[in-house]
């Protein structure tokens, strides 16, 4: 479960010009479209962007290791709800909301609320996402590489 939130909040991104907490709207109106690596507290990294429907896109590696995946989000994953920026994701049974706390013009650190030791850090990024993709044998086609059932969102 703290997998799934972990990838949440390391596809997040936000950082107006002046250190200290961010609103729901300032975060918004910096991140949407942006392309931003991030490295959380337990050492899952990666890159993401969030859409303006709300949907994620990028890439996930847990914990430093293994293999780069391909991560997508369905629209209205991330919600601001009551000035916050929560997440609905299939299979937890409670809707996180994060903490953004800028750290200058390009960097911010966004943490689950009454988690603080949850974190990640994220720094805007300049060029284009690398993602992860696999081959899919029958066909000879790529496809983008999935995560599990429990670490993605739902629309219901």
Known sequence: MLRGVAVLVGL??????IAG??????ARRFVIGKL???????????QGRVLSDGSVVGSVQFQ???PVRFAHLPPNTLQVKSGSVCA??????LQPCFNLERIDNNRFRGSISGLGFAYCEFTRHGGRATVARTMHRSQNTHEPLGLRPSLTADNN
């Open 36 to 46: 931003f690596n991030y490295t959380c507290f337990e050492g899952t990294r990666g």
């Open 88 to 93: 609905s994701l299939r299979g937890l049974p």
């Open 64 to 66: 430093g290791a293994g």
């Open 12 to 17: 997040l991104a936000a950082a107006p010009a």
């Open 21 to 26: 907490e961010m609103s729901a709207e300032e």
